[in-house]
């Protein structure tokens, strides 16, 4: 398409779909335009690949997750259909600022964090490689809530990005089934029956999701919750207004609202009412798919690969072997055997406080038939793997990752090290007993997002340096290694990083109204805020370093610019007060005359994948400071090394796997061993040990008691103080030394500009594994059995 076919486009929508002439257009407008003319592109390889899975009867993966934390679509697919160019042009000619029209468009922030984006990454992925796939979650009316800051406390408020039309989403109102609630069972001669005492309808919204170079398109699949019943009109006309709409609202309240617990889960009747929901809607999906092509219901696990994100959608299996034996009169066995079959599970977390479970009575009066299968598929297990009865259902509490790993074929950690201490702690009973079960897929990323489209700069570069096509063999960015020695390239290098930060100031600057100096070195920490991720040995850093400064002004200090972005859930409370510490400290460093040019803190309010997308290229060092053991993975430490940053890194998650491969040279490590840290937990008063063995760290806590950042409320944060003194859980205070050290070391190095820029390029040149290609290659290949269709 050439930018002349695209402008003529635009124009014909902005015409003929919104009824805008040209003169009177604002930026919203031109903005769907673009979309509809760049949707149109997509439309015609979305066809042909179902047409083409079809006719291949290829083997279909279904990706269900609560979570998809997309972003923004329109520039993605503007790059996967290689029409940057043209767009800008088109845009130009029009006169029209193409940034400030990609820039209207809202995040769809449908995730919390890692999970979700993770899924978004597979998304592009499934395309790319041309895996037939379909993504299943639900359209959250309101996705995660809006972050803002009053006097340095976190401010909630509710994402509305439907409020305007969503360009890239088909209704479908054709597609929509029956989801049942509450009821009873009758067990009778012909099997069981459930009636239930409740139902709302799911209908289906479809994404297409465009790969690389618009090889293949899949489909995001969407559920919205709806009433049978519309409106109550013999109510309304007994003059009950607002009962008449009763039903559709409360049918509706299902799809609402995404729950803002990263990894916490609140145990809410309505939070696994939305669980059911979409995964009985996704089931019924792909199994009115099926039966459109096969007949026997027993083959399957050979024609369909069934994937569980997390334990969100655990109650597939229940669901499946329901459908089997109480639908298709499948011996109960059997029906097990086929679930099993067709499940895979995924687990994202190892923190104890994060494994769902629900409440047997609450399942039982929401799911009567599910609470009872769960028992005997309970049985089942005991009777077939010599396992011990009650491994799913525990104290009256259905465990979920139990009843996901029994009921799966395969069963993955997300790291190297994730997937040891799953087999070693939470499952080490399951996994003695099916000991093939668990495996391992490390987290990617997908470059076509997280390089070519946030980094242009960086991303010209390699091309002109290794030529194209690195951005769907993203093991080509090896080839870099050999201009590495170039004092040419390093120098090109360093300057399209001082682009991207240059960039990244005058933004802040116009946001914030804080001025930052391009060339510090810009560190930087963005993930949801969580004791574990440990922000709060970060601040202290901070505060640490402000002190450091004010009694040694002469020194000459590395000057560093100190980032942190991301939102606390809103009921964690000391996420909260964590929060408000950095933003105190903020405050305070950043008016002390004596630091100025040496430290500034940074902490834009709203983090989300838009925001990361213009942080990650600007970052010289990425933040990976989670206590050891804690992190299954992460994923923004992969973002970071591929665009250059280096990271300062605790042993945990895919932190280990980023140090092997990028070398230890090129990697500051410090802190405790997950070994370590079980270790030092037993220590008896490990937290006052290391306080009194680090200078630096005690004088950092006694600023926080002495009110320092508490103007006229001295306690105000107190409780965080009295917290790492007596309730140490995530080893700050032992882990502080280690990290206060190693960041001295991080100074020195970006002294030697040259060095670091090597560096740099060496995590650039040796991250290209880190692509969610690569992981999905793994996921198809181990797990499900899939091939690509192209
Ligand atoms: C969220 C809710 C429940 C359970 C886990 C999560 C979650 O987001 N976990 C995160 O998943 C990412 C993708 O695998 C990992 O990179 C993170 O380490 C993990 O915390």
Redesign the pocket.
Known sequence: MTKDELKSEILRHLAFSFGKDAAHAQTRDWRMALSLAIRDRVVTPWFESTRKTYEGRHKRVYYLSM?FLIGRLLQDAIVNLGLDDAAREACLELGLSYDQVLADEPDAALG???????AACFLDSLSTLGIPAYGYGIRYEHGLFRQSFHEGRQVEQAEDWLSQPHPWEFERPEVCYGVGFYGTVREGEDGAHWDAGDMVVAKAYDTPIIGWQGRWANTLRLWSAQSRTQFDLARFNEGQFAGAAEPEALARTISRVLYP???T?QGKELRLKQEYFFTAASLADILRRYHSEYTDIRALPKHVAIQLN?T?PAIAGPELVRILHDEHWVELDDAIEIARGTLNY?N??LLPE?L?SWHEGLMRHLLPRHMRLIEQIDDWHARTSKGRKMSTIDHGQVKMGELSFVLANKVNG??AL?TDLMKKTVFSELHTLHPDRILNQT?GITPRRWLRTCNPTLSALITDTIGSGWEDDLDRLEDLEAHVGDAGFRAAFAEAKHANKARLANRIRAIRGVSIDPDAMFDIQVKRIHEYKRQLMNVLEVIALWDAIRRNPGKDWTPRVKIFGGKAAPGYHTAKEIVHLINDVARVVNADEDVAGRLTVVFPPNYNVTMAERLVPAADLSQQISTAGK?????GNMKFALNGALTIGTLD??NVEIRERVGDDNFFLFGMTADEVVERRAVPDHAAEAIAASPELARAIEHIERGSFGPGEPDRHRHLANLLRHHDYFLVCSDFASYWKVSREVDEAYRDRDRWTRMAALNTARSGWFSSDRTIRGYAEEIWGATPAI
């Open positions: 979570e919390n964090g890692g999970l979700g984006r993770l617990n990263d990894s889960p997390d969100h995924t994202h977390t994060a769902e997300v790291s994730h987290n992190e299954a993975s992460g994923t998650g895919a």
